[in-house]
Nanobody
Framework: QLQLVESGGGLVQPGGSLRLSCAASGFTLDYYAIGWFRQAPGKEREGVSCINSGDGSTYYADSVKGRFTISRDNAKNTVYLQMNSLKPEDTAVYYC?????????????????WGQGIQVTVSS
């Protein structure tokens, strides 16, 4: 059974860093596009970053460009989201998700498998 598990969230001060991990089981992660989404209270789920399987191309939302970096470690079957210079507006539940086809536009409908989500809170 395909399963994704996020870890690495928590409370951090503005300007701080966190690294989220998305560990896959039941499938080989490098054959899938993997995306990170987030959802803040009262807001729609938004795409944050994605890494494709074919050419390893990446996508970042404008709000996180230059601050977040997505990467994959195929040996560990894990995708990471390094988040630096965190801001209070980055506070949300973060989800990783897998898509069978490479992604050109990050919409939740394009991803068939989801993790349970993990809380990231940026506050002083």
């Amino acid at each position: 059974q395909l399963q994704l598990v996020e870890s690495g969230g928590g409370l951090v001060q503005p300007g701080g860093s966190l690294r989220l991990s998305c560990a896959a089981s039941g499938f080989t992660l490098d054959y899938y596009a993997i995306g990170w989404f987030r959802q803040a209270p009262g807001k729609e789920r938004e795409g944050v970053s994605c890494i494709n399987s074919g050419d390893g191309s990446t996508y970042y939302a404008d709000s996180v460009k230059g601050r977040f970096t997505i990467s994959r470690d195929n040996a560990k079957n894990t995708v990471y989201l390094q988040m630096n210079s965190l801001k209070p507006e980055d506070t949300a539940v973060y989800y990783c998700a897998a898509a069978e086809a490479d992604i050109e536009t990050m919409t939740p409908d394009g991803f068939g498998s989801w993790g349970q989500g993990i809380q990231v809170t940026v506050s002083s």
